[in-house]
């Protein structure tokens, strides 16, 4: 799967290098998504990895009526356009309703269905008609090879920009396990597979109005997938995700993102030089 931009094209592949999928959970503010893409962007550039940058406009499914949203659909898109064109690079963003799917598709590059939306056929439809890339996280509650019913939703669109991403399954009561045999499983489907290493990490409701998480299980786990194989990493993270209105326990620190992208970096290389596409 290859996301093209002016004068640059990025690909998703089994056999490709390892892309880096991140930003901040939620869309704060204009200037929140312009730092977090510039130190990034630096991070990224500096290891010579491909970068897609993700944030939301709506987080739609939170814990509770209370929970922060975000900037909406409007700023939020204008924000994202801005990021993508300041920085030439592309820009990923969830989408709960096919009409937000219409809208969105306008302005982003990829569109992502969240995992508890995976099976909701109109909402896939539209987002393949979108002509964009677009990343369907694996629900929790779905095994790996159910997922080749959602991946032929969008083919019959005529889109083959399709990947899926691997998020952890539930695991009893506000937790959740990953299951790396799930990435081989959804590989078999020939689209890019992606390991989300933040929101395998969480613990849903565990905090009863919001979501917990368990950030120091990152590395471990993102290096694991990476030596399974995987065409990119994806993980939110925060200029300080402590202080963030959402998802802040299973973000990872910008500032410590560089030995962790460099890791992971390594292992890809080794991975597919010597293992090839699994």
Known sequence: MEINLVNRSIKLAQDAPLVFI????????????????????????????????KSSYDKANRSSVNSSRGVGIDA??????????????????????????????AIVDVLQIPALLCRQTDLLIAAGESG????VKKGQFMAPWDMANVVEKILSTGNNKVSLTERGTSFG???????????VE?????????????????RPGSLGNQSG???????????????VGISALFLETHLEPDKAPCDGPNMWPIKELLPLLGSVKEIDKYAKRSFGSQ
């Open 132 to 135: 964009k890339a677009v990343n």
């Open 22 to 53: 991140g930003g901040p959970c939620m869309i704060e503010s204009r200037i929140q998504a312009i730092e977090a893409a510039k130190k990034i962007m630096e991070i990224t550039n500096k290891l010579g990895m491909e970068f897609i940058y």
């Open 173 to 183: 009561y506000n937790n959740l396990i990953v299951d790396m045999t799930s990435l």
């Open 213 to 227: 998480g368990d950030r120091d299980l990152i590395p471990s786990l993102s290096r694991a997938a990476v030596a």
């Open 76 to 105: 939020g898109l204008d924000i994202l356009a801005e990021v993508r064109d300041t920085f030439n690079i592309p820009v990923l963003t969830d989408v709960h309703s096919p009409e937000s799917a219409i809208k969105a598709g």
């Open 186 to 202: 959804m590989a078999q489907f020939d689209v890019p597979v992606i390991f989300d290493a933040g929101h395998s990490v969480q």
